[in-house]
């Protein structure tokens, strides 16, 4: 175990649903990432938290909507989404996210398999 | 702006051949490389690091990697193939100048025949 879990490990939702994604980490770490894997591209980074506060956001649409009430825990909310938002979304924590830090391992959870109907 | 090119999306081996995964970067500054494997369902798993220690980096699984300034290719080879290596692999790039956000390639996924 990555010790980086993710709830529900799949989901199906219509484009009329209002869901939620979770991920908690159980690395002591600081910083708490959400990614987007779709098939046949790169990961793409949605938001960064570090230490509870946002830290980037790589212009992703409104209807989603990221919380970080603690350092352990991370939501996604997702309302009014698009078929083509069906994708795997994965979370990741590390130590730090601190300006010029050269290195910075992220451990991953295993991620959440969203079908859009 | 760095980036990662991984040159192959799909490599074919047979078990007990070594494994090839070709990956070249481009970065203005020295770079943090890393690989990580996604076996099916399944989240990243970090295989190996390079920070600008030695330049020959050994992971976990028998996999290893050479960093190439000169060729800036980060190639990730092993030995001989299992059949538990087939998964998706990623080779990434730290940007250390925005806080270490990683930046993926597009993966290759590495299928082993019996």
């Known amino acids: 175990e990555t010790g980086v879990t993710q709830t529900p490990r799949h989901l199906v939702m219509g484009m009329t649903n209002k869901k939620s994604l979770k991920c908690e980490q159980h690395?002591?770490?600081?910083?708490m990432y959400w990614y987007k894997q779709s098939a046949k591209k790169p990961l793409e980074l949605m938001f960064v938290?570090?230490?509870?506060?946002?830290?980037e956001n790589n212009s992703v649409p409104s209807r989603f909507s990221p919380e970080c009430p603690n350092s352990s825990h991370l939501f996604l909310h997702l309302h009014t989404l698009q078929p083509e938002d069906s994708a795997l979304y994965l979370c990741?924590?590390?130590?730090?996210?601190?300006?010029?830090?050269?290195?910075?391992?992220?451990?991953f959870g295993p991620g959440t398999r969203l079908t859009v109907l | 702006a760095q980036s990662v090119t991984q040159l192959d999306s799909h490599v074919s081996v047979s078990e007990g051949t070594p494994v090839l995964l070709r990956c070249n970067y481009s970065?203005?500054?020295?770079?943090?490389l890393f690989w990580y494997v996604q076996h099916p369902n399944k989240g990243l798993q970090l295989l190996l690091k390079?920070?600008?220690?030695?330049?020959l980096v050994k992971g976990i699984n028998g996999f290893e990697a050479e960093f190439k300034k000169s060729e800036t290719s980060f190639h990730l080879t092993k030995p001989s193939a299992h059949m538990s290596d087939a998964a998706e692999y990623f080779c990434?790039?730290?940007?250390?100048?925005?806080?270490?956000?990683?930046?993926f390639g597009q993966g290759t996924e590495l299928s082993v025949k019996p």
């Open positions: 990741a924590s590390s130590q730090d996210f601190a300006s010029g830090a050269s290195y910075n391992e992220q451990f």
């Open positions: 390079y920070t600008s220690a030695a330049t």
């Open positions: 938290y570090s230490l509870e506060e946002r830290v």
């Open positions: 690395l002591g770490h600081n910083a």
């Open positions: 990434v790039v730290s940007d250390e100048h925005q806080g270490g956000k990683l930046i």
């Open positions: 970065s203005s500054y020295s770079p943090s």
